[in-house]
């Protein structure tokens, strides 16, 4: 009696408290990881070799990529990327077979006030958004193919406009707008392609910390938690990740009081200009 009521507990336990995240369906995962020689790209190229995927790595750095590579296990390639992250070097790639498509590299970003500099906002347009259409574009049919999942790496401030951040920002409401467009496409046409928003905050990286050092009151979350939260949320197929979680209300909070939320938002930024 005593056993079978251990077995039913235990039933209903497995029922009830379910872990999405499987680490072992990203054994031998075929992904493609843009932005992987520093920061979070680097992380999750670290995570994704632990679960045994199969990793292709794309930045603009060869030498820095080739360090990232070394330091990992096997099946891990390097491609090096243009300046304006275009899709030629890495669309040759894409028909081997692709699982995952992580779109996470960032132009050079300017954590100032908006100086005028029309030229530097259409080249970031061109680096942070358009690269992801068209690399997500090409991919789309072997994704389709694979049951596969599209992950793009976004940022509080493709949500909410934050100061300091005019061109950046741009940017990653642009992707939000196109993908979230995009997956009730896919929904519709009944395409069994993923689409996951990653809305990070500030994350402890050497250029995050260095262009907002001595501009913001905000302490900034480790890079290795950001990145296993977006390997997280792509393998388990959930269309928005918030990290830190609480990036959640405040997205919330936001639409529904955007006065007052924009007057505490700016105390967190140190404007001493003239
Ligand atoms: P990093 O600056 O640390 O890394 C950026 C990566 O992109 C590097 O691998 C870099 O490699 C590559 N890269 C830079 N310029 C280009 C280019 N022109 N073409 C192609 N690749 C390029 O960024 P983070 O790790 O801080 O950010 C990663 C993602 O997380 C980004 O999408 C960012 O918007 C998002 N995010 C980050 C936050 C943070 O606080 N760190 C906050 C919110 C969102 P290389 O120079 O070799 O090309």
């Not at 994704?143 to 934050?162: A, D, I, Q, R």
């Not at 939260?229 to 269309?239: E, F, H, L, P, S």
């Not at 928005?240 to 997205?251: A, I, R």
Request: hydrophobic share 45%; net charge positive; glycine share 8%.
């Amino acid at each position: 009696k005593a056993l079978c009521a251990a077995g039913i507990v235990a039933g209903l336990l497995a029922f009830f408290w379910k872990d999405p995240f499987n680490p072992v369906s990203l054994s031998g995962a075929r992904v493609l990881l843009t932005g992987a020689s520093a920061g979070i790209g680097e992380q999750m190229a670290y995570h994704y070799a632990r679960f045994g995927a199969e990793i292709v790595l794309t930045a603009r750095r060869e030498a820095v990529l080739q360090k990232v590579r070394t330091s990992l296990v096997p099946h891990v390639q390097t491609f090096a990327m243009c300046e304006c992250a275009s899709i030629h070097p890495t669309l040759n790639i894409v028909p081997w077979g692709l699982d995952y498509l992580v779109l996470n590299h960032i132009g050079v970003t300017h954590f100032q006030m908006w100086v005028g500099d029309v030229e530097y906002t259409r080249w970031l347009m061109q680096v942070n958004f358009f690269s992801y259409v068209a690399l997500a574009t090409a991919a789309l049919p072997t994704l389709e193919k694979n049951k596969g999942s599209l992950v793009v790496v976004s940022s509080l401030t493709g949500k909410v406009p934050t100061p300091f951040t005019t061109s950046y920002s741009a940017t990653k409401f642009a992707l939000d707008g196109f993908f979230s467009s995009l997956r009730h496409e896919l929904i519709m046409q009944k395409r069994n392609v993923s689409i996951t928003l990653c809305i990070l905050g500030l994350i402890d990286t050497d250029s995050a910390l260095e262009n907002t050092r001595g501009k913001v009151y905000l302490t900034a979350s480790p890079a290795p938690e950001a990145a296993l939260a977006i390997i997280q949320g792509g393998a388990t197929r959930v269309q928005e990740v918030f990290y830190p979680w609480w990036l959640k209300h405040v997205c919330c909070l936001w639409v529904l009081f955007p006065n007052d939320g924009g007057q505490v938002l700016r105390s967190y930024y140190n404007y001493s200009g003239p």
